[in-house]
């Protein structure tokens, strides 16, 4: 268990080191590769980002701030309902961007945990995260599930 807890802080350092180079922060990062993963060239409410990534909606704003400061997306009141929700769009400068920090950050694996550790304890290590990201996977579709029929039931 100490040894997962070591791996982990090594791959937060690094993490940490590949966003900065690109002059993003961790929370920058993952909306951004979130906002291309969904294919944010129409305008996404902000919220379900913040629903999906787990972070406060205050400290989401102030990340899609940051990003809207650098040109990467474009954060506007959203005009459907009753204009106090915020929208994100992303703009080619920031579609530019996410593929060489996916890139980058997939590499930590690599420079982290395949270059350092024998063959044999490389391939169980693999196979835990494997089994590890199922589980974790698993987990979010339930609470997916939870949430939407909590949804449901409001009137």
Do not use: C
Request: glycine letters at 8%; aromatic letters at 4%.
């Amino acid at each position: 268990m100490f040894s997962l807890v070591l791996l982990g802080n090594v791959v937060e350092r690094v993490f940490k080191r590949r966003v900065r180079s690109f002059g993003l922060t961790s929370s920058n990062s993952a909306l951004l590769l979130l906002a291309v993963h969904d294919d944010a060239s129409e305008p996404q409410i902000l919220k379900t980002y913040h629903e999906r990534l787990n972070i406060p909606y205050g400290t989401l704003t102030g990340t899609a701030q940051g990003l809207h400061d650098q040109g990467f997306v474009l954060m506007k009141q959203d005009v459907k309902g009753d204009g106090r929700a915020k929208s994100l769009t992303l703009t080619d400068k920031g579609r530019e961007l996410a593929p060489k920090v996916r890139a980058s950050l997939s590499a930590i694996w690599t420079e982290v945990v395949v270059d350092k550790m024998p063959l044999g304890q490389n391939a169980a290590l693999q196979s835990g995260v494997a089994r590890a990201k199922d589980s974790v996977a698993a987990h979010a579709l339930v609470e997916d599930e939870i949430h939407d029929k909590a949804r449901s039931k409001k009137p």
